[in-house]
């Protein structure tokens, strides 16, 4: 196992507490309810207490810190060597987009005009698309990739699925590009979301048939 913190991940938790220490500033000019939800027009449905702008400010940095620790309490530690590059790719990518919206919070929140329902669907998309190119490289562990009992049980089922499943988070990273121009109610709900229920339900029910047919 790697050191805790790499240059990487030091370079990267130093963004997120500046990226805290930013919110810590602007905060006394933040009004007492700021927008920490919208719907797929843009328009803000859920409002949180001010405070809620330091929580979303932290949670990059206790995330990060989660997933660098996480290697360390996983009873298959060992695999994690397996596939560095992959975890590092999966803490950047979620530390960095949390990290911005939590400003695409804060701005809001200040008044600006900011286009959440093209930047934030954009930038789910292409972190799906890095899982997606990611997950063949994956070995089994309890906190990091597709957990279905079948693939837990067995190594070659993992391998499987997490092949087919990089090529579906592929897939659901191209809807949600799309969704980031074509926002409409109808395209989430009626396209959108399916594609992503359905890729769950299709991974679990793949992950299965993999296992039986490998049991028979």
Known sequence: MKKLFDKKMVVLLIIAVISLIGHVCIYPM?????????????????????????????????????????????????NYRKHPHAYDIVIVGVTLLLIACSWLSAFSGLGYDVNIQTLI?????????????????????????IKTPWTLENPDVWRKTHKFGGILFCIIGVF?????????????????VPVILGSVAILYIYSYIVYRKMQS
């Open 121 to 145: 669907p954009a930038g789910i998309g292409i972190l799906f698309i890095a899982l997606g190119n990611t997950m063949p490289q994956i070995r089994p562990t309890y906190f990091f990739g």
């Open 30 to 78: 933040l009004p007492e309810r700021i927008p920490i939800q919208w719907s797929s027009d843009g328009s803000v449905s859920n409002w949180g207490a001010k405070y809620m702008d330091l929580v979303l400010a932290a949670l990059p940095i206790l995330i990060l810190l989660f997933m660098k620790a996480a290697p360390y309490i996983d009873p298959r530690r060992a």
């Open 176 to 192: 949600f590009l799309l969704s980031a121009f074509f926002g409409s109610e109808l395209f989430v709900h009626g396209i959108l």
